[in-house]
Nanobody
C-alpha cells in the first residue's frame, strides 16, 4: 500500500523555523513528483512547493526565498524547511505524490497519494 506520513509540525513564533518531513512507503520518492500543500481554515488548499524526479523545484510566490524543499533518496523522504515563518503560514501542511507531472504543478487533482497532514501554527 502506498503511503505518505508527515511530521515536524508545531507551534512557533513569527520569524522562527520548522522542518517538515514526509516519508513514503510503497514507492520511491526519487521517481515521483512530490509536493507540499497547505490549507488554512476557511481557505482553499494551495500548493507550497514541488520537487520533481529531476530535482527541479517550484514554489508558491508567498514562500519563495523562505521555504526549501529537498529530498533524501536513501531515506525515501522529502523535507520542507520553513524559515522566517509568518502568521499567515499557519495551516495544515500535507505532502502529496504523483508519478506524472502536469501544469499547473499545484493542481490538487494531479496528486493521487496524500498524507494525513501536520499542523503548523505561527504566532505573532
Amino acid at each position: 500500500q502506498v503511503q505518505l506520513v508527515e511530521s515536524g509540525g508545531g507551534s512557533v513564533q513569527a520569524g522562527g523555523s520548522l522542518r517538515l518531513s514526509c516519508v513514503a512507503s510503497g514507492f520511491t520518492v526519487r521517481s515521483y513528483h512530490i509536493a507540499w500543500f497547505r490549507q488554512a481554515p476557511g481557505k482553499q488548499r494551495e500548493g507550497v512547493a514541488l520537487i520533481r524526479p529531476s530535482l527541479n523545484t517550484a514554489y508558491a510566490d508567498s514562500v519563495k526565498g523562505r521555504f526549501t524543499i529537498s529530498r533524501d533518496n536513501a531515506k525515501n523522504m522529502v523535507y520542507l524547511q520553513m524559515n522566517s515563518l509568518k502568521p499567515e503560514d499557519t495551516a495544515m501542511y500535507y505532502c502529496a505524490a504523483t508519478a506524472s507531472g502536469s501544469y499547473p504543478w499545484d493542481a490538487m487533482s494531479n496528486y493521487n497519494t496524500w498524507g494525513q497532514g501536520t499542523q503548523v501554527t505561527v504566532s505573532s
